[in-house]
């Protein structure tokens, strides 16, 4: 589990045993017991298997894709990949590859509703790029965690310059959200529209061998 989900969970559950200590009425109790519940649920942190292999890209979060999309960027063309997380999907964001952290960078924004099309320029964001070494050596994948309606805080907890592992936790972001995932244009992408995917365990795309641009 996450720690602010201990933070949250007890410090309603100690809010819970004062009101029913004063009041000596369980019902002032329910509201903060099913919140503390609710937090120390929603901060979970399971465990996943992360895939082997050469050139494999995962998913940096869990949630349902909902675009796929060729775009023009600055450097070229490249393929994004967006992915809502409601308010009941796990929040940890994970490393796509493994490499070196060569950009973080935090953007202050809006709190557009997660699904809109827009949110992925306009809203708070933090934009991260990693270049991939060992068995994903040549890549270049940028992950975005965007806040949502509900999200207000986007936690990241490397530096550039540090090294991460595919499918690594990187940060999180608190309730519902959104992940954008730049690949390269000549990446296989492996997930399609109104599928879930699970972070740091479901493959969104794979590079073809010998072409990593």
Do not use: C
Request: glycine share 10%.
């Amino acid at each position: 589990m996450v720690r602010d989900g201990y933070i949250y969970g007890f410090s309603l559950l100690v809010v819970a045993t004062a009101l029913f200590w004063f009041t000596g009425a369980w019902v002032w109790a329910v509201v903060p017991v099913l919140l503390a519940a609710f937090f120390l649920w929603f901060f979970r942190d399971p465990q996943r298997v992360i895939p082997s292999g050469t050139g494999l890209i995962v998913s940096p979060g869990d949630g349902l894709v909902t675009e796929t999309v060729s775009i023009a960027t600055p450097n070229g063309p490249r393929q994004r990949i967006s992915i809502f997380l409601s308010v009941f999907d796990v929040h940890v964001n994970r490393s796509p590859i493994s490499g070196i952290l060569s950009r973080v960078q935090y953007q202050t924004g809006k709190y557009l509703n997660a699904m809109n099309p827009a949110s992925a320029d306009q809203n708070e964001q933090n934009i991260v790029t990693v270049r991939g070494d060992g068995a994903d050596e040549g890549i270049e994948v940028t992950f975005k965690q965007i806040a949502g309606l509900l999200a207000r805080r986007i936690v990241f907890n490397f530096d550039e310059g540090q090294a991460v592992a595919r499918g690594q936790r990187v940060g999180l972001i608190k309730f519902g959200s959104r992940v954008d995932v730049i690949l390269p244009a000549a990446a296989e992408i492996r997930v399609k529209v109104g599928q879930a995917v699970k972070g740091g365990a479901s493959v969104l795309a794979a590079m073809p061998q010998g072409d990593r641009t």
